[in-house]
Every structure is written in structure tokens, then in C-alpha cells.
């Protein structure tokens, strides 16, 4: 089946360095990769996404490559600071007759310290 | 606009009572999704729907778990006789066909 394997945290870092979350999957299929953000005390929001090999998804300074020949997704931004301190999920999903059910990640926790 | 709600945010149950959790999708979204999410992990797909229809229930994880959606908009789902394992976060959201999935706040279910 679909499956998701996310670098496991909690990650910690100071504010205005270098972020790396790695994502790999396992699917049938051609599916959609996705990076989802938690905030604290909020919902699942979608962060990026990517819907066919090579295409890169970016959104508030994130970046995420869909590499087919690694079947990576992992998450960088350059200069992280405080307000990025969230959960992170990687996701994908497969369509199929509509339905766009998406298999998540177990998550990363990301802290930044001023 | 509004966005997904969920209802009750929280709740607290004995173990065997049965309880329903409601889904208020945003206006106009055909697709509706349920997921599971326990402790330190990441949401779990339970059933869809797409209009009222119940098109794929694979992620239910036994029959005292159901789920309707009798109008393709409110979608309410239920959990008969509640044990322990059953506490966890549950999760809804709702998509127009081909765009992002919009997720609600949660509600929080605890059995005892």
C-alpha cells in the first residue's frame, strides 16, 4: 500500500539557519506529494505541494523538489525563524475515481530558539 | 469565508456510550473526508464522500464506526459503544474535485 516515511523529530534549531525535513514514500500509482503545517493551537493547513516528477512546490520561503527517482519530497527553507515552529507533515495521495484521500507522515516537530 | 467547523471540539465519554461528531463543510464542496489522527502521529483516511454519497469507507476500523452525509453537505460521524483506543483527534475536511483538501479544527474525543 501508500506509505509515507518522515525524518522523525523533535528538531530544534536557532533562528536563521538551514532546514531540512526529510520525506520519502512508497505509492502505487502516480500521486501528488504534499508538506501540511500544524501551528500551535490551529488546524492542518497545506504548506506546498507537487504534482508530477521535477516539479518544485514553494510557498513562505519552503521548498519541496518531487523526485521520482528517489521517491523524496523532503521540506528546506534557508533561514528559518520563530514563527516556523510547527508540526510538519509529508503526504501524498493517489486519485481514483475522485477520491483524493491523502496518507500522511507520523510528523516532525520543529522548534526554533531565538 | 467560512472555513471548516467541527463539533463538539472536545469531548468526554464513558466507555460504551456511543457518541457523534458533526461536520460542517465549506458551501459547495463536493468531497468530504474524515481521518483519525492519535498521539504523535499523523491523521489516518477513515471514509469520503463524494455529494452524499459514501464512496470509499476502507479506513474504518471495524463496524461500530459509521458516517453519513445525507444532504452532501453536513456529514456526521459516529462511534458506537466507545472503548479506550478510541480516543484520539478526529479530523474533517473538504475539498471542491482536483483542489486542496481544507481541514477543521478537530474534535478531540476521550473515552474513560
Known amino acids: 500500500g501508500d506509505s509515507v516515511t518522515q525524518m522523525e523529530g523533535p528538531v530544534t534549531l536557532s533562528e536563521e539557519a538551514f532546514l531540512t525535513i526529510n520525506c520519502t514514500y512508497t505509492a502505487t500509482g502516480y500521486p501528488s506529494l504534499f508538506w501540511y503545517v500544524q501551528y500551535p493551537g490551529e488546524g492542518l493547513q497545506l504548506l506546498l505541494k507537487?504534482?508530477?516528477?521535477?516539479d518544485k512546490g514553494s510557498n513562505k520561503g519552503f521548498e519541496a523538489t518531487y523526485r521520482k527517482e528517489t521517491t523524496s519530497f523532503h521540506l528546506e527553507k534557508g533561514s528559518v525563524q520563530v514563527s516556523d515552529s510547527a508540526v510538519y507533515f509529508c503526504a501524498l495521495s493517489v486519485v481514483g475515481f475522485g477520491n483524493e484521500k491523502l496518507t500522511f507522515g507520523t510528523g516532525t516537530r520543529l522548534t526554533i530558539i531565538p | 469565508g467560512a472555513g471548516v467547523s467541527q463539533s463538539p471540539r472536545y469531548k468526554v465519554t464513558k466507555r460504551g456510550q456511543d457518541v457523534a461528531l458533526r461536520c460542517d463543510p465549506i458551501s459547495g464542496h463536493v468531497s468530504l473526508y474524515w481521518y483519525r489522527q492519535a498521539l504523535g502521529q499523523g491523521p489516518e483516511f477513515l471514509t469520503y464522500?463524494?455529494?452524499?454519497?459514501?464512496?470509499?469507507k476502507s479506513g474504518l476500523p471495524n463496524d461500530r464506526f459509521s458516517a453519513e452525509r445525507p444532504e452532501g453537505s453536513i456529514s456526521t460521524l459516529t462511534i458506537q459503544r466507545t472503548e479506550q483506543r478510541d480516543s484520539a483527534m478526529y479530523r474533517c475536511a473538504s475539498s471542491s474535485q482536483g483542489t486542496e483538501q481544507y481541514f477543521g479544527p478537530g474534535t478531540r474525543l476521550t473515552v474513560t
Open positions: 464522500f463524494n455529494y452524499e454519497a459514501q464512496q470509499d
Open positions: 507537487a504534482t508530477k516528477a521535477d
